[in-house]
């Protein structure tokens, strides 16, 4: 018992105070170097997977350093998408030595999904090409004749990327997919929750949740709910009590 507490007190602190947040060692070799404030956002990524909590990694413009208020992490200085590659190859890693000491089902390969604009689809394959080694990404794009084609082959990689469109366009055929992480990029396109796209988007299964944006409030408080609708759903309650409470 004095165990658990000690753990729980530690989880409280760090989910307070995100200067309190462990250092996250990488386990894998990473072809650039990290800054302090992007260490930093790796090490809040980390703490984010460890205790099965999802956030929002954002652009903020008040400060130098990384603010982090409960589990959305406001980070000035960029390198969103580096810090979410060093994240991804990281649980990638460790999820195959897992599997490798335990051949425990729990541990079997899963690919990640990152679903951004049809213009950043190319960016993110060639930022991870770049940037891990370890991870085998492939673009879920084109025609749908081609894309069905791909979704058989989804098992040989590591990181699936695709955009907004065609997740609603084939919806059908990922919906009942497991994934081990699903990253939206400039994630604010899921803010009216009563939109086609934002309800296909959300029948997405994954074990991580992120979300990248500038501006994850663009118009009103509403929108934020939204985007947590998706990444913890039900905890900001029904749209409706939101909507009056706030």
């Given at each position: 018992?004095?165990?658990?507490?000690?753990?729980?007190?530690?989880?409280?602190?760090?989910?307070?105070?995100?200067?309190?947040?462990?250092?996250?060692?990488?386990?894998?070799?990473?072809?650039?170097?990290?800054?302090?404030?992007?260490?930093?956002?790796?090490?809040?990524?980390?703490?984010?997977?460890?205790?099965?909590?999802?956030?929002?990694?954002?652009?903020?413009?008040?400060?130098?350093?990384?603010?982090?208020?409960?589990?959305v992490g406001i980070d000035m200085g960029l390198g969103k998408t580096l810090q979410s590659i060093c994240i991804l190859a990281s649980k990638h890693f460790e999820r195959v030595q897992r599997y490798k000491e335990t051949k425990s089902p729990?541990?079997?390969?899963?690919?990640?999904?990152?679903?951004?604009?049809?213009?950043?689809?190319?960016?993110?394959?060639?930022?991870?090409?770049?940037?891990?080694?370890?991870?085998?990404?492939?673009?879920?794009?084109?025609?749908?004749?081609?894309?069905?084609?791909?979704?058989?082959?989804?098992?040989?990689?590591?990181?699936?990327?695709?955009?907004?469109?065609?997740?609603?366009?084939?919806?059908?055929?990922?919906?009942?997919?497991?994934?081990?992480?699903?990253?939206?990029?400039?994630?604010?396109?899921?803010?009216?929750?009563?939109?086609?796209?934002?309800?296909?988007?959300?029948?997405?299964?994954?074990?991580?949740?992120?979300?990248?944006?500038?501006?994850?409030?663009?118009?009103?408080?509403?929108?934020?709910?939204?985007?947590?609708?998706?990444?913890?759903?039900?905890?900001?309650?029904?749209?409706?009590?939101?909507?009056?409470?706030?």
């Amino acid at each position: 018992m004095l165990k658990r507490r000690n753990e729980e007190r530690q989880f409280l602190l760090q989910l307070l105070d995100g200067s309190k947040v462990e250092q996250y060692d990488i386990p894998v070799k990473i072809e650039a170097e990290l800054r302090k404030y992007q260490q930093d956002g790796v090490n809040w990524l980390a703490f984010l997977a460890k205790y099965q909590l999802h956030g929002i990694l954002c652009d903020g413009t008040y400060r130098n350093d990384v603010l982090f208020l409960t589990n959305v992490g406001i980070d000035m200085g960029l390198g969103k998408t580096l810090q979410s590659i060093c994240i991804l190859a990281s649980k990638h890693f460790e999820r195959v030595q897992r599997y490798k000491e335990t051949k425990s089902p729990d541990s079997k390969h899963l690919p990640s999904l990152i679903i951004c604009p049809p213009t950043l689809t190319g960016h993110w394959y060639y930022e991870i090409l770049k940037y891990a080694k370890n991870l085998r990404p492939v673009m879920y794009v084109g025609n749908a004749r081609d894309r069905g084609k791909l979704i058989a082959k989804f098992k040989n990689y590591d990181v699936v990327i695709t955009s907004y469109e065609v997740v609603r366009n084939d919806i059908a055929s990922l919906q009942d997919r497991n994934w081990l992480y699903c990253i939206l990029d400039e994630g604010h396109v899921i803010k009216n929750a009563k939109t086609k796209l934002t309800k296909a988007v959300k029948c997405i299964r994954a074990t991580h949740r992120l979300i990248l944006s500038g501006t994850p409030i663009q118009n009103n408080v509403l929108e934020l709910w939204s985007l947590f609708d998706f990444l913890m759903p039900g905890f900001l309650g029904t749209e409706q009590v939101f909507n009056e409470r706030f």
